[in-house]
């Protein structure tokens, strides 16, 4: 059975700081691309940063800069440093193994208060 759990998020003030964290499990982790997505209220779901199993990664434009995404092969785990957090980056964080058709996290929620 695939597991992605995230968590990390929370509260935060305009300016601050927040890492997530997702554990997978159930699967072959090093195989997989994996990504953090988001969704704030009312809109669609949106790409945030992905990094592949050779490292390489993608950042959404919003984001650049700010984020980092990093993975753990050895923990089964990948990350989202995020850095001075913004108002419009409150939503709700999911993890992502394989791409839309692939595996989700039930998400974490971040809010960032201005």
């Known amino acids: 059975q695939v597991q992605l759990v995230e968590s990390g998020g929370g509260l935060v003030q305009s300016g601050g700081s927040l890492r997530l964290s997702c554990a997978a499990s159930?699967?072959?982790?090093?195989?997989?691309?994996m990504g953090w997505y988001r969704q704030a209220p009312g809109k669609q779901r949106e790409l945030v940063a992905s990094?592949?199993?050779?490292?390489?990664?993608n950042y959404a434009d919003s984001v650049k800069g700010r984020f980092t995404i990093s993975r753990d092969d050895y923990k089964n785990a990948v990350y989202l440093q995020m850095n001075s957090l913004k108002p419009e980056d409150t939503a709700v964080y999911y993890c992502?193994?394989?791409?839309?058709?692939?595996?989700w996290g039930k998400g974490t929620l971040v809010t960032v208060s201005s």
């Open positions: 992502n193994a394989g791409g839309a058709v692939g595996y």
């Open positions: 159930g699967i072959v982790f090093g195989l997989y691309v």
């Open positions: 990094i592949n199993s050779i490292t390489a990664t």
